[in-house]
């Protein structure tokens, strides 16, 4: 091999990938010599010395904007705005103390929401790494996984439907490989590629020879070596074309700014009527009316809502990502809440993915295989007698052909066997090996000379083998129904008969009613001059060996999870591409609801849109499914008006996952098309933490319902508190600096142990929320209205009555304040179980949150109350232990009011809402 280029050390990695080569104008074994590799792969020294000298095959991180940007974007808020114009005319009288407190209140909020959008981009960093693009290369002639930024020059790639071409790569190997080059050219039609060397001056989405970074394997396989990795790929020079992840707003968020829109419009124009009725009708002076006017507006203002959304967001993803769920598209938090069916497949996400053979039919036996999972342990009985595979001339030969016509690799690592390829196709490596066939060993007495890689469109795949004699053999396995229709004979103990499909018909019937997946295999001789393998060779004239029965047992936590969804008003739906036997047999294991009718793709075809609508509701399981079948479900389900959520993992899936309202990908199998179509990825691919993450998904949502209907009456009551003062002619209970107080200490320190509540026990027995429901229901709605009354009563009650019993001014509003904030304590304690009474031993002591947001407040308010220098801020007074004793009551009070309402509520209306 020639010698590759030595880089220069002081140029660091860039230079040493020795970018602008022709690659596409080199033979494939120029290639190889180039980049000093050879076909089986560099070894793993090899490759760590490389990823050593050439650095990680990753693109530099975007451009961020600088803290200084991020920081100042946080006042960007129409609410912040109406608090900054109340800050300037406080300054324009001279009140330079309130002026301070009002633009400390905004830069607690910049800070809150700055200090938690770094965090949340952390948390994106993390969760990009969890979704890192992954290669299978060749290390020495044996298939590894790799992370993608791992690959050197001169690795060698296997390329799979589905997969994403992880560097810039020239092909030495193709067998139908097409790429989607959409996002490097273009061109929306995938394009062939071959290993024929193509003009140097042959345009970009010309170079059929070459495979480059960041496109998408359409059909088909190939292998290659990588030529340039990180920023010297193709699309490392033109990374501006790569799309990045972009932050969208949620339907909540939306919605709180149209709220805060109304509420501005609404803050100005009471502002200004209050004003002209003070000065007009109450003869106050214009500069006491806007003091006035800035207390109502800081008052109406829920200063700390901004901060408590981010929060209980950040924590509500947070909780996903440790339930196995990550959300790649914020949308997807509050969707996952009103989920009313789930569309899943079956292996892997409902079952084990941990294929087992448990029976093998030949023309005159039904042999039973013992053993679970990948572990080479387990015999072979027939008619429940323990057997030697040696002894079954038919058994031996079926077996050894599904180890020879198979694509993956089996191996032990750490005492664990783990599958390198396809689970179906493990499961028939360790029935060999059970059988005493080595993969390893049988490729080489009897090498493959071509392939035909399976397809969903002809369902099965295709091997062309030479003995070391010359003698030629076609090993084939697929679909059992297209295979028997491939053979024209069968083979058992005395050797090739004529097929007689009713008889194998029989036997895929009875094997999948056991809840098994059926293969079958097949053979043709042919002569030693035949080396390219085309589909006219497999078409007909094939000899049957025999079925495979495999089973994938479904996930006991799956089984649970189902049940509870079930509960929770969420329809499961399992489609699946396996035989209607096995769907039934699985679906019934598994419990869904309607598991005894089966819809097949077969029937999909057959049913017009609206005859599919009705069908689809009321069916649970589908067999023998194509993803454009999915699609058409899906597409039915939400013209009943249901929000989908859709599983799926290959490339095939991607139009249905965008079609669904909640895309989810597999994390552990899933290829890059599927995530990339996909709203939420599963880190463990297990049906189990998709019902965790609807219950944290409704659980979010209850806890932002809880926050803003704890907030907003707590302003409802200081703004109607000033509104009725001016309207009596009374002295203004509270100022407006005490109001910041209440709203940026007390109010937000207790809403945001909101955001850490506990999912409530009934939050899966409830039926879905409508995707179209309001924020605020007519019951919230009443509630904040209620509750605002009672905040109203409670201040202006204990100001007026210490007043009334000769406390000053200032005692009588540090008696308000103090008022205001054990209403809030007590408040919080009701507001935790909106649907449930409060006065149980789990709700009086609450969570751990809530208990140190108390305590935390506690101690700030006796700060507020007691310490000298609040004093001066906020012209309080001590309070003795009488009007302490008071002030405890009206809030006791309060509760006891809250918790008769919820219970004649309940009570009158039978409803817990």
């Known amino acids: 091999m020639a010698a590759i280029e030595q880089p220069d050390p002081a140029a660091g990695p860039e230079v040493a990938s020795g970018a602008g080569r022709r690659w596409h104008a080199l033979t494939v074994e120029a290639a190889l010599d180039g980049r000093d590799t050879r076909p089986a792969g560099l070894s793993e020294d090899e490759a760590g010395s490389r990823l050593a000298r050439y650095g990680p095959n990753r693109l530099p991180a975007p451009r961020s904007r600088s803290a200084v940007m991020r ?36 830069l607690v ?18 969760i990009r790494q969890m979704l890192s693009p992954r290669a299978t290369v060749l290390r020495r002639d044996r298939r590894a996984t790799v992370p993608a930024e791992d690959l050197v020059p001169g690795d060698i790639v296997i390329l799979e439907p589905g997969d994403r071409v992880p560097a810039d ?14 996002a490097l050219t273009g061109e929306s039609v995938p394009v062939d590629k071959s290993i024929d060397r193509v003009p140097e001056n042959t345009p ?23 030529v340039e990795t990180g920023v010297h790929t193709e699309v490392g020079r033109i990374s501006g074309m790569l799309s990045e992840v972009r932050q969208l707003s949620t339907p909540l968020l939306r919605q709180m700014d149209v709220f805060a829109r109304w509420l501005t419009v609404t803050i100005v124009l009471l502002s200004g009527l209050v004003f002209v009725f003070g000065v007009a009708l109450r003869g106050f002076a214009p500069v006491e009316m806007f003091m006035v006017v800035v207390g109502l507006a800081v008052a109406a203002i829920p200063e700390g809502l901004p901060a408590i959304l981010t929060v209980t967001l950040a924590i509500g993803v947070q909780r996903m990502v440790s339930r196995n769920a990550i959300i790649r598209r914020l949308p997807a938090v509050e969707t996952l809440g009103s989920v009313s069916i789930i569309c899943s497949d079956k292996t892997g996400t409902l079952t084990r993915n941990e294929m087992t053979v448990r029976t093998i039919a030949t023309a005159s036996h039904i042999f039973d295989i013992g053993g679970v999972g990948y572990e080479p342990r387990g015999g072979f009985s027939l008619n429940g007698r323990d057997i030697l595979p040696e002894d079954r001339a038919a058994l031996s030969e079926v077996t050894r052909s599904a180890v020879l016509c198979n694509d993956s690799a089996l191996g032990e690592n750490d005492g664990q066997w783990r599958v390198e390829g396809d689970p179906m196709e493990g499961a028939l490596l360790t029935v060999g090996l059970k059988a005493g066939f080595d993969a390893v060993e049988e490729a080489r007495a009897l090498p493959r000379v071509d392939f035909i890689p399976f397809d969903a469109e002809h369902r099965f795949m295709a091997t062309l083998h030479h003995g070391h004699k010359g003698e030629g053999v076609i090993y084939l396995k697929g679909a059992p129904e297209r295979v028997i229709d491939m053979c024209s004979r069968q083979r058992d103990k005395n050797g090739d008969q004529p097929i007689t499909p009713g008889h194998w018909h029989d036997r895929i019937e009875h094997m999948a009613a056991d ?25 007909s004239d094939l000899t049957l060996l025999g079925l495979f029965g495999l089973i994938d047992p479904p996930r006991e936590e799956a089984i649970a999870a189902v049940a509870e969804c079930q509960a929770a008003g969420i329809r499961i739906k399992m489609i699946t591409g396996d035989h209607r036997g096995t769907a039934q047999a699985i679906a019934g294991q598994l419990g869904l609801a309607n598991h005894r009718d089966v819809l097949t793709g077969t029937d999909i075809d057959d049913l017009g849109d609206e005859a599919l609508r009705q069908r689809a509701f009321d069916t649970d399981v589908f067999a023998r499914t194509s993803p454009a079948h999915k699609l058409r479900l899906v597409q039915a389900l939400q013209a009943g008006g249901h929000v989908v959520a859709m599983t799926g993992d290959g490339v095939n899936d991607a139009p249905a996952l965008k079609r669904a ?23 463990d691919d297990n049906f189990a933490s998709i019902a965790a993450a609807i219950r944290e998904g409704r659980t979010v949502y209850d806890n932002l319902k809880k926050a803003i209907v704890f907030l907003l009456p707590v302003n409802g009551g200081e703004s109607f508190a000033i509104i009725a003062a001016i309207a009596l002619g009374y002295t203004l209970p509270i100022t407006p600096l005490q109001i910041l107080w209440v709203n940026m200490v007390s109010s937000v320190g207790l809403a945001i142990a909101l955001a850490f509540e506990p999912t409530e026990a009934d939050v899966m027995r409830r039926p879905p929320r409508p995707a179209s429901a309001p924020m605020l229901s007519a019951f919230l709605v009443w509630r904040i209205v209620f509750v605002s009354a009672l905040f109203l009563t409670g201040i202006f009650g204990i100001f007026a009555w210490t007043r009334a019993q000769g406390s000053s001014l200032e005692e009588a509003r540090t008696y308000a304040v103090n008022t205001l904030v054990v209403m809030e304590v007590f408040y919080l304690f009701s507001v935790r179980y909106l649907r449930a009474p409060s006065l149980t031993l789990k709700g009086i002591v609450g969570t751990r949150a809530v208990l140190v947001a108390v305590a935390v407040v506690t101690v700030l308010q006796l700060i507020f109350t007691y310490a000298p220098f609040m004093e001066a801020l906020f012209d309080t007074r001590p309070v003795d232990f009488i009007h302490g004793a008071e002030i405890i009551g009206v809030g006791i009070a309060l509760f006891a009011v809250l918790e008769i309402e919820k219970w004649l509520r309940i009570r009158i209306t039978g409803r817990d809402r």
Request: charged fraction near 20%.
């Open 71 to 106: 920081f100042l974007s946080h006042f960007n808020n129409l609410l912040i705005y109406v608090l900054l114009g109340a800050a300037v005319l406080t300054a324009a009288l001279g009140h330079w103390v309130d002026t301070y407190v009002i633009l400390a209140v905004a």
């Open 109 to 126: 909020n910049a800070i809150i929401g700055f200090v938690q959008e770094g965090k949340a981009e952390r948390a994106l960093q993390a």
């Open 169 to 182: 790569m020239r092909l030495s190997r193709v067998k139908g490989l097409k790429l989607q080059e959409a």
């Open 204 to 226: 970009l989405g010309d170079r059929t020879s070459m495979a480059y970074a960041g496109t998408l394997v359409a059909a088909g396989q190939g292998a290659g070596v990588v």
């Open 515 to 539: 809840g098994q997946r059926v293969l079958a295999v097949a053979c043709k001789r042919t002569d030693a001059g035949h080396h390219d393998l085309t589909f006219e060779d497999v078409e």
């Open 661 to 683: 309202d909640v895309g989810i990908a597999m994390g552990g199998n899933g290829t890059e098309a599927a995530k990339e179509a996909s709203e939420m990825v599963l880190a």
